[in-house]
């Protein structure tokens, strides 16, 4: 059971490129979330999914975009990086209303 | 705007000493709390989960929550060097139209950094 599993671990772009960060989990839960961690900042929420088929804009949304690609699947995909996009990614899955959320190992994205 | 507020820290205490940390939330309509733990370079881990007033304890571990004073906080007794982390505060902030739509954007506070001296 490997629970929520993001990839790449490890990322360097260049400004203006684009990627697309790939999360999944197999524990069948209902709503995923995307942050991001900067030195100080805490995490703060970019984007969510309450259910399959639904997606919100968290905090900082800007620059971002995310595809709910079935109930296993939620994505993040810069569509043209800028050094502020560097940060540490995290996506989490939480399996019903008000439970507790349980992470990915994390993508560190630096963009130059 | 939804806010959760912690004490950046950092806080020291002594190996054995009584640790507490502290957060503060901004919507009165919140249903679930939770503490992370974040050791450097790796993914939040959850500690403790409480829904209702008063104390939860789990090992060295006790979570309290006050919800007129909107207020949760988080002690850790006999305190130890491994204890040393990151500790992040979580709550499900939640409008009455995100209730009714099912949508519980989980809201951090920046963390409150523990270190645990020998």
């Known amino acids: 059971n490997a629970g929520v599993t993001q990839t790449p671990k490890f990322q360097v772009l260049k400004t203006g490129q684009s990627m697309t960060l790939q999360c999944a989990q197999d524990?069948?839960?209902?709503?995923m979330y995307w942050y991001r961690q900067d030195p100080g900042m805490g995490l703060r929420l970019i984007y969510y999914?309450?259910?399959?088929?639904?997606?919100d804009k968290g905090e900082v949304p800007n620059g971002y975009n995310v595809s709910r690609l079935n109930k296993r699947e939620f994505s993040l995909r810069l569509e043209s990086a800028a050094p502020s996009q560097t940060s540490v990614y995290f996506c989490?899955?939480?399996?019903?209303?008000?439970?507790?959320?349980?992470f990915g190992q994390g993508t560190r994205l630096t963009v130059v | 705007q939804k806010e959760v507020e912690q004490n950046s820290g950092p806080l020291s205490v002594p190996e054995g000493a009584i640790a507490s940390l502290n957060c503060t939330y901004s919507?009165?309509?919140?249903?679930?709390f939770f503490w992370y733990r974040q050791y450097s370079g790796k993914s939040p881990e959850l500690i403790m989960s409480?829904?209702?007033?008063g104390d939860k304890e789990d090992g060295r571990f006790t979570a309290q929550l006050n919800k007129a004073s909107q207020y949760v906080s988080l002690l850790i007794r006999d305190s130890q060097p491994s204890d040393s982390a990151t500790y992040l505060c979580?709550?499900?902030?939640?409008?009455?139209?995100?209730?009714?739509?099912?949508?519980?954007?989980?809201?951090f506070g920046k963390g409150t950094r523990l270190s645990v001296i020998a």
């Open positions: 989490a899955s939480v399996e019903v209303l008000y439970t507790e959320a349980f």
């Open positions: 524990m069948n839960h209902n709503s």
């Open positions: 999914s309450a259910s399959e088929g639904t997606t």
């Open positions: 919507d009165r309509g919140s249903q679930s």
């Open positions: 409480i829904y209702s007033n």
């Open positions: 979580a709550v499900n902030m939640i409008s009455a139209s995100e209730r009714n739509s099912g949508n519980t954007p989980l809201v």
